[in-house]
């Protein structure tokens, strides 16, 4: 697994933002799909592109246009669907496919309950979505269902991650093709299964509910 934190000024002031109780979710909002087209750049760094000749108005050029298959894009509900549009404001021919995940707060096991996914996913380059990887079971049952239908390449962004989770997915992933990109990994989970000092529940402060 390639784990890439993000180390930019600009990353650690917007997240300082984010994580600050005091922001209301209109800025939250606004603040996570900017961290994530910063993320972005990152994360497709191996994005697959082919040569493509261009005339300009001088002369032919040679340069890179994205593969196909598109890449796709997934969300991970609710949370994740607030990284979306920054993610394809930077990739805007990438496919959108959607997993809803809700994690079990007394077992924290995660439970997939919506997919909408293109059915055959072999030779997909993946990039999935969600701010937190706190215990890491959400990314991984995430990860696991793309690779389970065919992809071959998965890279999750996630805005914040805590060491515990981070180094579960780590070793239930030996061997895969994964790459993670975050924006900062924090200090520790704590009893109930939230990042320490994290930033809350990513879902309620994005939407403003409860649940
Ligand atoms: O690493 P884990 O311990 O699995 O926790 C992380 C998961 O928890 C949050 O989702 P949540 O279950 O709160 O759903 P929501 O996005 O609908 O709020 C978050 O968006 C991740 O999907
Ligand atoms: O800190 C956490 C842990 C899981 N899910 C969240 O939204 N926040
Ligand atoms: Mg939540």
Redesign the pocket.
């Known amino acids: 697994m390639r784990v890439h934190v993000a180390d930019h000024p600009l990353v650690t002031h917007k997240l300082t933002v984010l994580r600050d109780k005091r922001t209301p979710s209109p800025t939250f909002r606004a603040l996570a799909e900017e961290l994530v087209t910063l993320l972005a750049y990152e994360a497709t760094r191996s994005v697959r592109v082919e040569p493509i000749e261009v005339e300009t108005p001088v002369a032919q050029a040679t340069g890179l246009a994205i593969s196909d298959p598109k890449p796709l894009v997934v969300p991970?509900?609710?949370?994740?669907l607030g990284m979306l549009e920054g993610m394809v404001k930077l990739m805007p021919n990438a496919e959108v496919g959607f997993l809803g995940?809700?994690?079990n707060?007394e077992t924290?096991q995660?439970a997939i309950y919506a997919e909408r996914l293109p059915e055959d996913l072999s030779n997909r380059q993946c990039f999935i979505l969600?701010?937190?990887?706190?215990?890491?079971?959400?990314?991984l049952a995430a990860i696991e269902y793309l690779f389970d239908r065919g992809a071959v390449d998965v890279t999750a962004v996630c805005l914040i991650a805590?060491p515990e989770?981070l180094k579960a997915v780590e070793e239930a992933t030996q061997g895969r093709n994964l790459t993670v990109v975050l924006g900062a990994l924090d200090e520790k989970l704590n009893e109930v299964?939230y990042i320490v000092p994290g930033l809350g529940?990513?879902?309620?402060r994005l939407y403003g509910t409860v649940?």
Not at 76 to 80: D, E, F, H, K, S
Not at 130 to 139: H, K, R, Y
Not at 201 to 204: E, F, I, K, L, V
């Open positions: 991970i509900l609710r949370a994740g995940m809700v994690r707060e924290l995660p969600d701010p937190m990887l706190a215990t890491g079971g959400s990314l805590a989770g299964g529940d990513a879902g309620d649940g």
